[in-house]
Nanobody, 114 residues
Framework: QVQLAESGGGLVQAGGSLRLSCAAS????????MGWHRQAPGNQRELVAI???????NYADSVKGRFTISRDNTKNTVYLQMDSLKPEDTAVYYC????????WGQGTQVTVSS
């Protein structure tokens, strides 16, 4: 079992930045992937960004060029740097880890005001 602890959400004005962090409760061995989904009210959960244990990344088209995902394997932590935020980025952001099964964080609210 792995627990994921998220931090870094909050309220920011449009054009601002936030950085989300997600720490796994134990060291991760072997092939795995970590990333973030988000879910806005009335919408389905959507993939925002993903990074593999080898450092390969992928982003939703809506965030390319604005968001950057990274990870520190020594800290078992993944980060999501969010710049040039827009009101449509407002959502609950969920960290996930895929290693065998899939584990989810509890979610952190990001609100972008216009």
């Amino acid at each position: 079992q792995v627990q994921l602890a998220e931090s870094g959400g909050g309220l920011v004005q449009a054009g601002g930045s936030l950085r989300l962090s997600c720490a796994a409760s134990r060291r991760l061995f072997g092939l795995n992937a970590m990333g973030w989904h988000r879910q806005a009210p009335g919408n389905q959960r959507e993939l925002v960004a993903i990074i593999t244990s080898g450092g390969v990344t992928n982003y939703a088209d809506s965030v390319k060029g604005r968001f950057t995902i990274s990870r520190d394997n020594t800290k078992n932590t993944v980060y999501l740097q969010m710049d040039s935020l827009k009101p449509e980025d407002t959502a609950v952001y969920y960290c996930f880890l895929t290693i065998g099964g899939t584990y989810w964080g509890q979610g952190t609210q990001v609100t972008v005001s216009s």
